[in-house]
């Protein structure tokens, strides 16, 4: 039976630890710091619960179904997105509209004029690039659904996701469903019937598409975690060295060695750096250092509920780079799970920064919170003082997928490869959402 050491504590590392566990394989989880869960980060104050990473979990997939469920404890506390949350708005010149969500509402829809709905028609006729081509999300969308749709679409919800510029990320690598689907199938729009198709004929049962948390917000995820693997899961520990031992590794903690066959690092790319790591190791993961992770700021505010203008009837609104607003958008939580704000009132959650304007994420939060409630009052018609504030800065946020990245993936591949036993894990190499993450490491 194989050892395994997992170093880092994210989700990435406590769901690959618990799907060892599960299958009789000894492993340890090592944290250096003294809190687990790494940007799944919950705050409980009274009767208001604000999300510092990370506010919900898209559960899309057999194998993140599957793994939620054999978590103990964890079904009780699910809590799943109410069926009011499911619009989403984008801002237009200064007003939210909702985003359509069928072919009515896309035709009637004031979010887009008549002249970009009209040339989404071109879009099925319009010749896939060649597998040798990079192209950036936004060269993409605008090459396939028009200027328009590309500035009141996805470049919102590019900033929603990655916090990031679509004119810098890779659609191959940021978005391999979208490029896959021009690939596999000629376009967006045929790629999408196609699917419709494949699903109406498929055999295997269908997994439903539900957003959820939990009771006391996502942290309790990886709490669950670390007391199913009943005493693996180590925290503030001093790890002196990681050695290559031919096929197998050493890793001195505590002040004694361990041996074990396989080390999975699973720390932020340009945590990678700061481990103990031998020279000709470290060497290899250098590159990876260049990988981008832009400042953001997350702040939770909650309202009295006449003081808010605007009914919050969603998920959350997303505002374009071309509105030249001072904040990325803001989800709406209260709207979305029960128990997130004392009755009577609101909670909004606040993002500031990324790659669009990473001078703005500030560790200060009076001024932070300064911008946000002058956007937040045009935007949403907020008045009023907060009644609950709440601030959490990440110096380093999400890592970026950017043209190019295909080569430091293959710098990955090629570490493994050069040394046996080492393994490479975490969103900057599958995906950045926690589903892909979680799928990931249950596959191993």
């Known amino acids: 039976m194989k050892k395994i050491a997992i170093i880092g504590s994210g989700i990435t590392a406590l769901a690959r630890a618990w799907q060892l566990k599960q299958r009789g394989q000894d492993c340890v989880v090592l944290e250096p710091s003294a809190s687990i869960g790494g940007a799944m980060q919950s705050h409980r104050d009274g009767p208001y619960l604000a999300e510092e990473g990370p506010n919900s979990i898209q559960v899309k997939s057999a194998e993140v179904d599957a793994f939620l469920k054999s978590v103990p404890g964890l079904e009780e506390r699910v809590m799943e997105a109410s069926g009011k949350a499911k619009k989403r708005f984008i801002l237009r010149n200064g007003k939210p509209y909702a985003v359509p969500t069928g072919p009515f509402s896309a035709i009637t829809t004031p979010l887009w004029s008549l002249a970009g709905k009209l040339r989404v028609l071109k879009e099925p006729f319009i010749p896939a690039i060649t597998p040798n081509e990079e192209e950036s999300a936004a060269d993409f969308v605008r090459r396939r ?16 996701i990655y916090a990031g510029d679509p004119e810098r990320l890779s659609l191959r690598y940021a978005f391999p469903k979208l490029y896959a689907l021009e690939q596999d199938h000629g376009g967006m729009i045929r790629g999408a019937l196609a699917k419709i198709r494949m699903a109406r004929n498929s055999h295997v049962p269908k997994v439903n598409d539900w957003i959820i948390s939990f009771k006391n917000g996502l942290a309790e995820l990886p709490q669950l975690l670390v007391a199913a693997l009943d005493g693996a899961v180590h925290t503030g520990v001093s790890i002196k060295s990681i050695r290559n031992q031919g096929e197998r590794w050493q890793i001195e903690w505590e002040g004694a060695p361990h041996t074990y066959d396989e080390v999975v690092l699973t720390p932020p790319a340009h945590a990678l750096a700061q481990l103990p790591l031998e020279g000709s190791v470290r060497d290899a993961l250098k590159p990876l250092a260049g990988i981008d992770y832009p400042p953001v700021s997350v702040l939770s505010l909650a309202f009295k509920r006449e003081d808010v203008v605007h009914p919050l009837d969603g998920f959350g609104v997303l505002v374009p780079e071309c509105e030249k607003r001072r904040i990325l958008g803001a989800l709406f939580p209260s709207s979305i799970f029960a128990e997130r704000a004392p009755e009577g009132e609101v909670l909004l959650t606040v993002f500031v920064g990324g790659e669009r304007q990473p001078e703005l994420a500030v ?23 907060p009644t609950f504030v709440h601030h959490r800065h990440w110096p380093r946020a999400i890592p970026q997928y950017k043209l190019g990245y295909g080569s430091l993936l293959e710098q990955m591949d090629t570490v493994e490869a050069k040394f046996p036993g080492l393994r490479l894990a975490g ?18």
């Open 145 to 160: 659904l028009g200027d328009e749709l590309y500035r009141y679409a996805i470049n919102p919800l590019i900033g929603g």
């Open 363 to 385: 560790p200060d939060t009076n001024a932070l919170l300064a911008s946000a409630l002058a956007e937040l009052e045009e935007m949403l018609g907020v008045s009023g003082q």
């Open 427 to 444: 969103n900057y190499r599958d995906g950045i959402s926690l589903s892909y993450c979680i799928e990931t490491a249950v596959k191993g």
